[in-house]
């Protein structure tokens, strides 16, 4: 349970590193009144004990033409070691962005960053020809729209009416052409998320001034979108709860974001073209806060669900949101 590992102020840290963790832990201390020593010795300690696993940028896929998709995979009951060979293949290629590892009627789901539907295909061709001795069954899905919502169950804070959304993709999205210099700094910046300025000037033989502008650009057109932190699922219950709607009316969809996005236990939602309609992501304290949340979510919509089926995450084994040609 999450109470019984972090306190009150690991919380307020862990929000604060939510809304940013490129801030300063001298803004960080002032917003959670400690020392600013305090919150590097804890923030280092949250990494050390794995409650952050990993620091994510969050980049527009839209903006390189990425076409993201989510591929959800059940597989037979065979050798462990065939298992491990298949999530290893899936974590080093290169062009996979996603691996997630979870219990359900799915055991994983994965996203590749293809620049078309056929490159997609042709990939998908390959990974399920290697493995067709332990996939059960896939599901594909094309992602139309994304919501990245803040962490304001940590802090117990009733969402915004319009809360800050840093999701990687949406449907409609203007293209911003960008200089060598910003595919450099989003490189450095996928591989080191927290690193300073100063450090990423030295590296490119820039001076402070320049990296501050380009990164202030990207961040301003959208194609940096935020940052956030992959937690520990141990510690941090998550869910991804998949949804097939029986009629898919504007108004539905509208009333859906709008609900959701009211709840602070939901992260991330997923409008998919294909199998499903939406994924819902969502992080609990406990499991009386997701059952809390399930129920609530299937009485308001009991006459519009069709299927829901949830998918308890116990592994995110990768996520890199920088796409395959600038790697």
């Known amino acids: 349970m999450l109470t019984k590992v972090l306190d009150s102020t690991d919380l307020k840290i862990l929000y604060e590193l939510d809304k940013s963790f490129r801030i300063p832990d001298s803004s960080i201390a002032k917003n959670v009144g400690i020392s600013k020593q305090s919150v590097k010795k804890r923030i280092d300690k949250l990494v050390d004990n794995e409650v952050i696993k990993k620091f994510v940028v969050v980049i527009n896929m839209a903006n390189f033409g990425v076409i993201p998709n989510q591929i959800y995979i059940s597989l037979h009951s065979s050798s462990e070691k065939r298992k491990i ?34 490159e997609i295909e042709e990939f998908l061709s390959v990974v399920f020809t290697k493995f067709y001795d332990i996939i059960k069954e896939k599901k594909i899905t094309i992602i139309i729209d994304t919501r990245l919502f803040p962490r304001d169950y940590l802090i117990d804070k009733n969402r915004e009416i319009i809360p800050n959304n840093k ?120 499991f009386n806060e997701h059952r809390n949340f399930c129920d609530s979510f299937k009485k308001e919509f009991s006459n519009n669900i069709k299927s829901f089926i949830p998918l308890f995450i116990h592994d995110i084994k990768k996520m890199d949101l920088l796409p395959p040609d600038m790697k």
């Open 167 to 286: 999701g990687f993709h949406q449907r409609k999205f203007v293209k911003q052409d960008i200089k060598e210099i910003d595919n450099k700094i989003l490189n450095i910046l996928c591989l080191n998320p927290r690193i300073q300025i100063v450090d990423i000037a030295s590296q490119l033989d820039s001076n402070v001034q320049t990296i501050i502008n380009r990164i202030k650009f990207l961040e301003k057109n959208c194609i940096i979108r935020g940052y956030m932190y992959l937690t520990n699922e141990k510690i941090m219950m998550q869910h991804t709860i998949l949804i097939e709607l029986s009629s898919m009316d504007n108004n539905i969809e509208q009333k859906l974001f709008q609900y959701l996005s009211s709840c602070p236990n939901v992260i991330f939602i997923v409008k998919y073209f294909g199998e499903y309609n939406f994924a819902i992501t969502t992080e609990c304290k406990n």
């Open 85 to 118: 060979e298949f999530i290893d293949y899936l974590i080093n290629e290169k062009a996979i962005a996603q691996v997630t590892l979870c219990e359900g009627i799915y055991d994983l789901f994965f996203g590749i960053t293809g620049n078309n539907i056929y």
